[in-house]
């Protein structure tokens, strides 16, 4: 008796400690976020690829952004024509250093409704290569969203400072990381 006593205090007590930490935090951004920026895919002014930095949770294939980080002017080259182009503001966000995103992005998407909510800039267009002006932006993170004209969904990071030095911008970037 005094066995299955002990057992059963044993079990109660493991039963009542904190699993906090396995439940997640409602205040834990996740990587689905559409204001949070884990990181940024560098390109230069003619769209070559010139690094990266933290881990982008990105959806780009067959689509470039660039320049990124950008001053002024956003250049976005897609294979297919894009219909739609939504710009929201974001938050640098490092929590995602070990999560895989090519392997999310398959079984993921966003809703337009949630992006026309959220915009602070739309376009409606009809091309594969469209050049946006970031003038009103104020320095910072975005999300570009695009829609291509099959409907898919596809999104990128950037940053953005219309006051910066072009030629210093990628290293200010680098070293803020």
Same mark, same amino acid.
């Given at each position: 008796?005094?066995?299955?006593?002990?057992?059963?205090?044993?079990?109660?007590?493991?039963?009542?400690?904190?699993?906090?930490?396995?439940?997640?935090?409602? !205040?834990?951004?996740?990587? /689905? @976020? %559409?204001?949070?920026?884990?990181?940024?895919?560098?390109? $230069?002014?003619?769209?070559?690829? =010139?690094?990266?930095?933290?881990?982008?949770?990105?959806?780009?294939?067959?689509?470039?952004?660039?320049?990124?980080?950008?001053?002024?002017?956003?250049?976005?080259?897609?294979?297919?024509?894009?219909?739609?182009?939504?710009?929201?503001?974001?938050?640098?966000?490092?929590?995602? !250093?070990?999560?895989?995103? /090519? @392997? %999310?992005?398959?079984?993921?998407?966003?809703?337009?409704? $949630?992006?026309?909510?959220?915009? =602070?800039?739309?376009?409606?267009?009809?091309?594969?290569?469209?050049?946006?002006?970031?003038?009103?932006?104020?320095?910072?993170?975005?999300?570009?969203?695009?829609?291509?004209?099959?409907?898919?969904?596809?999104?990128?990071?950037?940053?953005?400072?219309?006051?910066?030095?072009?030629?210093?911008?990628?290293?200010?970037?680098?070293?803020?990381?």
């Amino acid at each position: 008796m005094r066995t299955f006593i002990l057992i059963l205090s044993i079990l109660f007590t493991l039963s009542c400690e904190d699993n906090s930490s396995d439940t997640p935090n409602s !205040e834990t951004p996740s990587h /689905e @976020a %559409l204001d949070i920026v884990t990181g940024i895919n560098l390109r $230069d002014a003619n769209g070559s690829p =010139i690094g990266q930095i933290g881990n982008p949770n990105v959806y780009t294939p067959n689509i470039f952004i660039f320049p990124n980080p950008a001053v002024d002017v956003l250049t976005i080259s897609s294979q297919s024509n894009l219909e739609e182009i939504w710009i929201l503001p974001a938050t640098k966000n490092t929590d995602f !250093e070990d999560t895989d995103f /090519e @392997a %999310l992005t398959p079984t993921f998407t966003y809703l337009e409704s $949630d992006l026309a909510q959220a915009e =602070i800039m739309n376009n409606q267009i009809n091309s594969n290569l469209v050049q946006i002006n970031l003038a009103q932006l104020e320095k910072g993170y975005y999300r570009v969203f695009y829609k291509h004209n099959d409907g898919t969904l596809k999104w990128d990071n950037i940053y953005t400072d219309k006051t910066a030095n072009e030629c210093c911008l990628v290293q200010t970037l680098i070293d803020e990381w």
